[in-house]
């Protein structure tokens, strides 16, 4: 490494999904066919006619030098309105669209921005483990003391853990639907926390990334119960599936909103305009209702497939099948003689099977991996489990 690079760059190298970026690279590259089960990202487009209005819209107005300039760093007023009559329709407190509304260049911006805006370098930020790696990036670029518990190996967070958390800290960054586990809040839980938060005067980052990808569970919010110290921090990236034109937002209290926006303008200043266009057609024109439901039902059959093959061919497997999100987070420590880190290599170099170990998600995942049913088709994650389970028991 250059002597050059700072102790803060070095910190976040190398990150986990580089690591997977040059395995996937190797495998295109050497021809053979292989299974996606690491993505974190949706296998479905949007839908057409939301890409068409988009398009005309650019067509429409090429020759009109506004759509390229620079725009608000809060994000197109309009979409702001719509994501807040959005989020209202969803069951969170209608936030304020002109002031408590921000629109980022993508989650992983609202959470950095969100974390900048309520927290300084050293102060300490909790997570539970295991935690979705961007946690750890965000936190140690930002100089963050990093407090974890552990949800292993039940996954589930006990009352006493939360508090002892909440307790600790300055902050708390929870996802809900988490990545990995799959773990919801429940209305109980999300009422502790809310409690916990105004309490203690610790700022709850609520990530809901998946916010719409519910199988079973009900959606909760914190946010109903401690507006002040709630903060939610959203993504188009799943919904309606456009992780790559880098579109999210943060929804809080005036005045925290306001340090976002002002942190935003320090990284990104405004998200893409294109990609505001079409969140704010795909929000406003109804297509959502037509479109997600279609989705829901087909994530929920490869879903059924993926834990019907791991019981199957695997049943020393430990997992829960999730209620909401895309992964399932599964125990081989029956299986797996070696590292899940070392593991996942060799079957993605020796068998085209690509999964995240749990490593990469804090410690106590060694034995752990998570697979994603968003991207491969049913028939497919059938087979990925059985190269997975041969490669196993083999
Ligand atoms: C829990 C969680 N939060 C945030 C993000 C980041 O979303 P984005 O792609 O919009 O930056 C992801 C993406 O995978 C995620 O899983």
Same mark, same amino acid.
């Given at each position: 490494m250059a002597a050059g690079v700072s102790r803060r760059a070095s910190g976040i190298m190398p990150s986990p999904t580089m690591w997977i970026q040059d395995m996937v690279s190797m495998l295109r590259r050497s021809g053979k066919e292989y299974y996606s089960l690491h993505v974190g990202q949706p296998g479905i487009s949007p839908p057409s006619g939301v890409v068409e209005v988009l398009s005309r819209v650019l067509r429409e107005r090429s020759g009109d030098v506004s759509l390229y300039a620079y725009a608000p760093p809060r994000g197109i007023p309009e979409l702001r309105e719509?994501? !807040? %009559?959005? +989020? #209202?329709? &969803?069951?969170?407190?209608?936030?304020?669209?002109?002031?408590?509304? $921000?629109?980022?260049?993508?989650?992983?911006?609202?959470?950095?921005?969100?974390?900048?805006?309520?927290?300084?370098?050293?102060?300490?930020?909790?997570?539970?483990?295991?935690?979705?790696?961007?946690?750890?990036?965000?936190?140690?670029?930002?100089?963050?003391?990093?407090?974890?518990?552990?949800?292993?190996?039940?996954?589930?967070?006990?009352?006493?853990?939360?508090?002892?958390?909440?307790?600790?800290?300055?902050?708390?960054?929870?996802?809900?639907?988490?990545?990995?586990?799959?773990?919801?809040?429940?209305?109980?839980? !999300? %009422?502790? +926390? #809310?409690? &916990?938060?105004?309490?203690?005067?610790?700022?709850?980052?609520?990530? $809901?990334?998946?916010?719409?990808?519910?199988?079973?569970?009900?959606?909760?919010?914190?946010?109903?119960?401690?507006?002040?110290?709630?903060?939610?921090v959203g993504t188009f990236s799943k919904d309606p599936g456009i992780p790559g034109w880098r579109v999210g937002f943060v929804a809080a209290a005036e005045d925290v909103a306001e340090a976002v926006a002002h942190v935003r303008e320090a990284t990104s200043y405004n998200a893409p305009i294109p990609s505001q266009i079409l969140v704010l057609e795909y929000l406003k024109g109804g297509y959502r209702e037509k479109f997600l439901p279609g989705v829901i039902e087909e994530y929920r059959s490869r879903r059924e497939a993926l834990a019907g093959a791991l019981e199957e061919l695997l049943p020393k497997a430990k997992f829960k099948k999730p209620a909401a999100g895309i992964f399932i987070y599964v125990d081989l420590s029956s299986y797996l003689k070696t590292n899940s880190e070392e593991w996942a290599k060799s079957i993605a170099v020796e068998n085209g099977v690509l999964t995240i170990p749990g490593t990469l998600f804090g410690k106590g995942g060694e034995k752990w991996l998570r697979l994603s049913f968003a991207w491969e088709p049913s028939e497919r994650l059938k087979e990925a489990v059985e190269v997975i389970a041969s490669k196993l028991k083999g």
């Open positions: 719509a994501i !807040a %009559r959005d +989020l #209202a329709s &969803l069951g969170r407190v209608r936030p304020d669209p002109s002031r408590g509304v $921000v629109v980022t260049t993508g989650g992983i911006e609202g959470i950095f921005s969100s974390i900048a805006s309520v927290t300084d370098p050293g102060d300490p930020v909790g997570v539970v483990v295991p935690a979705y790696f961007h946690f750890y990036s965000i936190l140690k670029l930002l100089g963050n003391r990093i407090v974890e518990v552990s949800s292993y190996p039940s996954l589930d967070v006990s009352e006493d853990l939360w508090i002892d958390l909440f307790s600790r800290v300055k902050a708390v960054i929870v996802a809900n639907p988490d990545n990995p586990t799959g773990r919801v809040l429940s209305r109980g839980e !999300a %009422r502790l +926390l #809310a409690d &916990l938060s105004c309490d203690k005067r610790v700022y709850l980052i609520h990530d $809901v990334a998946y916010y719409t990808l519910y199988y079973e569970a009900s959606r909760e919010w914190p946010e109903n119960y401690c507006m002040d110290y709630v903060i939610t």
